[in-house]
Nanobody, 130 residues
Framework: QVHVVESGGGLVQAGGSLRLSCAASGYTFVSYTMGWFRQAPGKEREFVAT???????????YYADSVEGRFTISSDDARATAYLQMNSLKPEDTAVYYC????????????????????WGQGTEVTVSS
């Protein structure tokens, strides 16, 4: 059973930065997709960013338009640990951030859709004050 744990949320002023971490354990990973989704109060869950690791050291990253250029996702490859560096934070980034993990390389048609990820963390809250 894969276990996913996030950390790193908190309160920050607008324009500030936070770094979220996510670790997946419980399986020997050959390849994976690990991403971040967020859900603000009263809103639906939305895709933030994801990274696809192909098992040969090659990774590909994808971002939502709303965070492109401000957020950076990276991974520790075979250790199945991902990081989301969030810079220039805005009040509209306030949400609970969830790490999602799948043991496969999700294709372009699926990697932005939460239901295709098999494992989820418990969520970590990010609050950006104006």
């Amino acid at each position: 059973q894969v276990h996913v744990v996030e950390s790193g949320g908190g309160l920050v002023q607008a324009g500030g930065s936070l770094r979220l971490s996510c670790a997946a354990s419980g399986y020997t990973f050959v390849s994976y997709t690990m991403g971040w989704f967020r859900q603000a109060p009263g809103k639906e869950r939305e895709f933030v960013a994801t990274i696809v690791w192909s098992g040969n050291g090659y990774t590909t990253t994808y971002y939502a338009d709303s965070v492109e250029g401000r957020f950076t996702i990276s991974s520790d490859d075979a250790r199945a640990t991902a990081y989301l560096q969030m810079n220039s934070l805005k009040p509209e980034d306030t949400a609970v951030y969830y790490c999602a993990f799948d043991e496969s390389r999700l294709g372009l048609s699926r990697l932005r859709i939460g239901r295709y990820y098999d494992y989820w963390g418990q969520g970590t809250e990010v609050t950006v004050s104006s």
